[in-house]
């Protein structure tokens, strides 16, 4: 039995040991796949950062440019805009003017009419002033006329009703009536002259101060206002070339030992292989004791009762013992 346990355990080592070589392999393969891999993943993100970089810098040159033209474009216009306006703001000056001087022309007009008229009106003042006057000397001259042939008839009665003192006396009455007659009329011929130039004052008065208000209500003549100042181009703007964006920096992959995985399948197959050294050893001591049991089996204990061994690592299945 001691033998047949022995090429069990023998087997058993040897499989564990081929198990834990091809698992290194295994292992090792599938960290050098797993560094492909993620060198090819990392040589994937580079190219795309690169490829970024590159779009991201023809979006900028793309933009930039379209800048620079809406610029200009906007600069052409305002200037055009203001190049209109003036000519705009110039022809209302030009109108403005035009239609002050206009109404200018009209105010002197009516002004002159006005003046005129005034002296028109004064002429007529007088006229009527010195007709007025000329009807009172002539009504002081038909009284002083009446006066003396009433005093011519007044003195023949007296000269044929009466004689001596009492004629003289009739005739120096009606003299003396007749003279204080024609005193009241020369003062009142008098009276009535200075009242004429005192109209007469006031006539040329009134048409001078109508001639004043005239004058005053005429326009101002106007004056061109200065020609408006015509625009001037702004500055023009300065750009700046957009900064080139380059490819952000990709940390190269933490790649995987291949190295590790092999040792493990070898440190695992030299663990299987002395443990086969020191089985292979304890049965070929010499002594008196019982021969060991073989782990992964069921054997008496010393009381008679049933003992399961563990298996060893890499150990094969149990196999049910014959009693």
């Known amino acids: 039995?001691?033998?047949?346990?022995?090429?069990?355990?023998?087997?058993?080592?040897?499989?564990?040991a081929?198990?834990?070589?091809?698992?290194?392999?295994?292992?090792?393969?599938?960290a050098a796949r797993a560094n492909r891999k993620a060198d090819e993943n990392a040589r994937l993100q580079q190219i795309q950062?690169?490829?970024?970089?590159?779009?991201?810098?023809?979006?900028?040159?793309?933009?930039?440019?379209?800048?620079?033209?809406?610029?200009?474009?906007?600069?052409?216009?305002?200037?055009?805009?203001?190049?209109?306006?003036?000519?705009?703001?110039?022809e209302i000056q030009d109108f403005q003017y035009l239609q002050a001087a206009k109404q200018f022309a009209g105010s002197v007009e009516l002004t002159q009419e006005q003046l005129i008229y005034n002296s028109v009106a004064e002429?007529?003042?007088?006229?009527?002033?010195?007709?007025?006057?000329?009807?009172?000397?002539?009504?002081?001259?038909?009284?002083?006329?009446?006066m003396?042939?009433?005093?011519?008839?007044?003195?023949?009665?007296?000269?044929?009703?009466?004689a001596g003192g009492s004629r003289a006396k009739a005739?120096?009455?009606?003299?003396?009536?007749?003279?204080?007659?024609?005193?009241?009329?020369?003062?009142?011929?008098?009276?009535?002259?200075?009242?004429?130039?005192?109209?007469?004052?006031d006539i040329a008065m009134s048409r001078y101060a109508?001639?004043?208000?005239?004058?005053?209500?005429?326009?101002?003549e106007p004056e061109r206002l200065p020609d408006i100042p015509k625009p001037i181009r702004p500055p023009e703007r300065v750009f700046v070339e957009p900064m080139a964006a380059t490819a952000g920096y990709i940390p190269g992959p933490a790649n995987q030992s291949t190295a590790a995985p092999l040792f493990a399948g070898l440190g695992q197959a030299a663990g299987a292989t002395a443990s086969l050294a020191g089985q292979l050893s304890y049965y070929n001591r010499p002594s008196t004791t019982p021969a060991p049991v073989i782990p992964g089996y069921t054997t008496t204990g010393p009381s008679g009762?049933?003992?399961?061994?563990?298996?060893?690592?890499?150990?094969?299945?149990?196999?049910?013992?014959?009693?």
């Open 171 to 201: 005739i120096q009455s009606t003299v003396a009536e007749v003279g204080r007659n024609s005193a009241i009329l020369r003062a009142s011929l008098m009276s009535a002259g200075l009242q004429s130039d005192r109209n007469m004052r």
């Open 49 to 90: 950062a690169e490829g970024a970089a590159q779009v991201t810098n023809a979006y900028n040159k793309l933009v930039h440019f379209a800048d620079q033209e809406n610029y200009k474009r906007q600069q052409e216009y305002q200037w055009e805009t203001a190049i209109r306006d003036w000519n705009y703001q110039q």
């Open 148 to 162: 003396l042939i009433e005093q011519l008839q007044n003195e023949g009665k007296a000269a044929l009703m009466q």
């Open 123 to 146: 002429r007529q003042a007088v006229e009527s002033e010195q007709a007025s006057f000329n009807e009172l000397m002539a009504q002081d001259a038909f009284q002083r006329e009446g």
């Open 305 to 323: 009762q049933s003992v399961n061994i563990p298996p060893l690592q890499s150990a094969p299945p149990p196999v049910p013992t014959s009693n």
């Open 1 to 16: 039995m001691p033998a047949t346990w022995l090429a069990i355990s023998a087997g058993a080592a040897i499989i564990g």
């Open 210 to 220: 109508d001639d004043i208000r005239a004058r005053n209500a005429m326009m101002i």
């Open 18 to 30: 081929g198990t834990g070589v091809a698992s290194g392999i295994s292992g090792a393969g599938a």
